[in-house]
């Protein structure tokens, strides 16, 4: 156990030092989410008419909020273990592997380290509060903050489990855009499940990160009637815990696999 503490305490440290380092990652990973929800919210605002707009009131780029939210903990949990094929590559994944610790340190040291990346730039992100005219509380703080480290757990074990098995950063590209967009587009965070067909509807009481997006919504809007929602904050919960226990299952069950010669 002290080994296998060691090994995910050393992982995890080194993913968020070899963050911190990358200048240009830091900039791209804050900035990219601000222009993107600008760029989509105010370009977008006289298009898109939510539902609730003829009762006075949500716009499109206080409704896009939670979902730019979601897309950040998602890229920033997905693409931290793209270094998983870049370290095969190096060979440190090969000498890891070789130490005498458990495999499945290797799943947490790494996953932890992307969740936390993930739900720091979350936490940062929710300096743009006051600018869709929400007051956070504490209570829906700690929500936010759950879901999002749940949900970036969940995306950096699948991230994991799909590069365990790339041998090339692109490969790792094109499944994960596959995977990944589609999974986005379809959570409620562009447009809400109200008024969708019958098909895109199903799909997205289907997909797990609906629930993580309303889970977001339910927490800035402080337990109240958030706008826009599918499910209860109890539901979200359950569900986006279910999806991360699941996720981490399977990223185990994975590494402990023979990794091609080895």
Not at 43 to 60: E, I, K, V
Not at 214 to 235: K, N
């Amino acid at each position: 156990m002290p080994v296998a503490l060691q090994t995910i305490s050393a992982l995890c440290g080194r993913e968020i030092i070899k963050f911190v380092r990358d200048r240009s990652r830091v900039a791209g990973a804050l900035v990219q989410p601000l222009g993107f929800w600008l760029l989509l919210g105010l370009g977008f605002q006289g298009t898109f008419r939510m539902p609730m707009d003829a009762a006075g009131g949500l716009g499109y780029i206080e409704f896009l909020y939670p979902g730019i939210i979601a897309l950040m903990i998602l890229f920033t949990a997905i693409f931290s273990t793209i270094s998983i094929v870049e370290e095969r590559q190096s060979g440190f994944l090969q000498a890891a592997l070789a130490a005498p610790t458990p495999r499945t340190a290797l799943v947490v040291g790494n996953a932890l380290g992307g969740t936390l990346l993930s739900t720091a730039q979350a936490i940062l992100f929710l300096v743009a509060v006051p600018l869709v005219g929400l007051a956070l509380h504490a209570a829906g703080l700690g929500f936010v903050v759950l879901i999002s480290f749940l949900t970036g757990l969940a995306f950096t074990a699948l991230g994991f489990t799909i590069a365990w098995r790339m041998s090339t950063t692109r490969g790792f590209h094109a499944i994960m855009n596959l995977v990944l967009l589609p999974l986005w587009f379809l959570s409620g965070a562009m447009f809400p499940v109200e008024g969708a067909s019958p098909v895109l509807r199903w799909l997205m009481v289907a997909n797990p990160v609906t629930y993580a997006v309303d889970g977001i919504r339910h927490g800035l809007y402080g337990f109240a009637e958030a706008p826009a929602t599918l499910a209860s904050p109890l539901v979200c919960l359950t569900v986006t815990v279910g999806f991360a226990a699941v996720m981490m299952g399977l990223a185990v069950a994975t590494v402990r696999r023979p990794l091609f010669g080895d």
